[in-house]
C-alpha cells in the first residue's frame, strides 16, 4: 500500500486561474480531509468529504472547492487563485466509524502550489 | 473558540538533556489531543494521541484538563528527534483536526 498519493508535487500557476489537486486515499479508507498549510504555520482544515459528499467544511471561501469520488479518492478546486492561496495542500484519509472513538488520520506528500 | 498554542517556535535542546514540548488548547467539551511530528522530507505522522496513554520513541504526553494542556516530554533527547512537532485536537473521527502552529525542535549532537 502507497498509503495517501497526492498529485501533482508541484505547481505553479498565475493570479486569477483555477486549479485542481488530486489525492487517493490509503486503501480500506473512505473518509477524506483536506488542508492548507502555509509556510511556517500548521495545517489549516479545508473540508472533509465522506460518501462523496461534503461533511465538514472549515473558514474558507466557496472559491474552494471539493469532490469525492466512488472509489474514495478526491480532488480540491480552487477557483480565482489569490497570491495568498500559496501553500503547501495536504490530503489525509482515515476510516470513518471505524468502531473506536480515537481515529488516525493518515498524510499525503502535499502539492506545493505557488501563485505569481 | 477551538484553538491550540504552542508557545515556542523553535526549541533547541543537547543530547541526552530532557525536552518538553508545550502546548495548550481551548475547547468546550472533551476533546481528543494528538502530537503529530514531520520529520526532514517525510510526511506528517501520528506521533501519539492521550486516550492511548501510549509512549512511543520515549516521548510521553498528559492531558492535564485544569491547565488545558497536554505537553509532550522525552527524558533523554536523541539526533533523531530533530523535527516538526504539532499538538493538534479533534472532536471525532468525523470530526476537523485543529493544528497548532508546531515547533521546531533540534537536538545539538
Known amino acids: 500500500d502507497a498509503g495517501v498519493t497526492q498529485s501533482p508535487t508541484h505547481l505553479i500557476k498565475t493570479r486569477g486561474q483555477q486549479v485542481t489537486l488530486r489525492c487517493s486515499p490509503k486503501?480500506?479508507?473512505?473518509?477524506v480531509s483536506w488542508y492548507q498549510q502555509a509556510l511556517g504555520q500548521g495545517p489549516q482544515f479545508i473540508f472533509q468529504y465522506y460518501e462523496e459528499e461534503e461533511r465538514q467544511r472549515g473558514n474558507f471561501p466557496d472559491r474552494f472547492s471539493g469532490h469525492q469520488f466512488p472509489n474514495y479518492s478526491s480532488e480540491l478546486n480552487v477557483n480565482a487563485l489569490l497570491l495568498g492561496d500559496s501553500a503547501l495542500y495536504l490530503c489525509?484519509?482515515?476510516?470513518?466509524?471505524?468502531?473506536?472513538?480515537?481515529?488516525?488520520?493518515?498524510f499525503g506528500p502535499g502539492t506545493r502550489l505557488t501563485v505569481t | 473558540a477551538q484553538r491550540v498554542t504552542q508557545p515556542e517556535k523553535l526549541l533547541s535542546v543537547f543530547k541526552g538533556a530532557p525536552v518538553e514540548l508545550k502546548c495548550n488548547y481551548s475547547?468546550?467539551?472533551?476533546?481528543?489531543l494528538f502530537w503529530y511530528v514531520q520529520y526532514s522530507r517525510q510526511r506528517l505522522q501520528l506521533l501519539l494521541r492521550?486516550?492511548s496513554r501510549e509512549s512511543i520513541k520515549g516521548f510521553t504526553a498528559d492531558l492535564n484538563k485544569g491547565e488545558t494542556s497536554f505537553h509532550l516530554k522525552k527524558p533523554f533527547a536523541q539526533e533523531e528527534d530533530s523535527a516538526m512537532y504539532y499538538c493538534?485536537?479533534?472532536?471525532?473521527?468525523?470530526?476537523?483536526?485543529?493544528f497548532g502552529p508546531g515547533t521546531s525542535l533540534s537536538v545539538i549532537p
Open positions: 475547547y468546550s467539551g472533551s476533546p481528543e
Open positions: 489525509a484519509s482515515t476510516q470513518l466509524f471505524s468502531g473506536t472513538r480515537s481515529y488516525e488520520q493518515y
Open positions: 486503501s480500506g479508507h473512505d473518509t
Open positions: 492521550h486516550i
Open positions: 493538534a485536537l479533534g472532536k471525532t473521527s468525523y470530526d476537523k483536526v485543529i
